[in-house]
């Protein structure tokens, strides 16, 4: 299984489907990282720029470094246009940016698909002496609807269990090198209609592929959980966006 090549049909659908990260949480990472108008920012694993645009014209320079070519395309329309923003093809594993010279890595939905060992050796060469480290994730916390579209996860659907289940993570206190980080969670709410919901959960890397003879079977099911949990054609999603955030040593 390579990574690189997950998303390559789902690009699409990520970018226009995947959850934004809470203001809050932005905010909670300029304030807790004290950026500032030159600082650096590198963000690895960009995919489609979501986190990335964030950033772009409040700091001195991001950088959204993504391995898979149509993740960083659309990440290039996205950023296009913006300040002080570059799209680079490159993996956690290998930047090409000089070493010492960020001030912030971030990591959004991402930071499971790193070979750990290199990624930190990488994460160390590149920040500058008290750099910090962020790392995001997105999460629903409706109990019910996380069961119902657990069974929505099964080979009958088209799932891959094997991506799904993955190998056990790496501790996040390996990537900052202590369990000397904070954790803060910021809820929000994602107002979803029947193709955003269905979308959103197309665009995962354990999802069929359009192409894949039961892909209609993933979305009709799809439909209908939206139909059990919605009213009036929306679904109100109630989510947390988790961040982790600490000097990497």
């Not at 772009?56 to 320079?61: L, P, Q």
């Not at 959204?64 to 659309?74: F, G, S, Y």
């Amino acid at each position: 299984m390579d990574p690189r090549s997950l998303f390559s049909a789902k690009a699409a659908r990520y970018a226009r489907y995947r959850w934004d990260y809470t203001p809050a949480a932005l905010q909670a990472i300029f304030e807790t990282a004290r950026l500032s108008a030159q600082s650096r920012v590198a963000d690895l694993g960009a995919g489609t720029g979501i986190l990335t645009r964030r950033f772009a014209g409040r700091v001195g320079y991001v950088y959204a470094l993504e391995p898979n070519p149509e993740m960083r395309t659309l990440a290039g329309q996205a950023l296009a246009g913006l300040p002080a923003c570059a799209v680079i093809a490159a993996s956690a594993e290998a930047v090409p940016l000089r070493s010492a010279s960020i001030d912030l890595i971030t990591v959004a939905q991402a930071i499971h698909w790193f070979e750990p060992a290199a990624a930190r050796g990488e994460f160390l060469r590149l920040l500058k002496p008290g750099g910090w480290l962020a790392i995001l994730n997105n999460t629903g916390t409706d109990k019910a609807l996380g069961q119902a579209l657990r069974d929505l996860h099964t080979p009958e659907h088209g799932v891959d269990t094997a991506i799904l289940s993955g190998p056990a993570p790496q501790p996040l206190g390996y990537f900052f090198g202590s369990d000397d980080f904070q954790t803060l969670g910021f809820p929000f709410t994602q107002r979803q209609d029947q193709e955003t919901f269905a979308g959103s959960l197309a665009s995962a890397s354990y999802a069929p592929d359009e192409d894949h003879p039961l892909y209609p079977a993933f979305v009709h099911t799809a439909h209908e959980i939206f139909a059990r949990f919605s009213q009036d054609g929306w679904l109100d999603l109630p989510g947390l966006t988790e961040l982790h955030i600490g000097q990497v040593t």
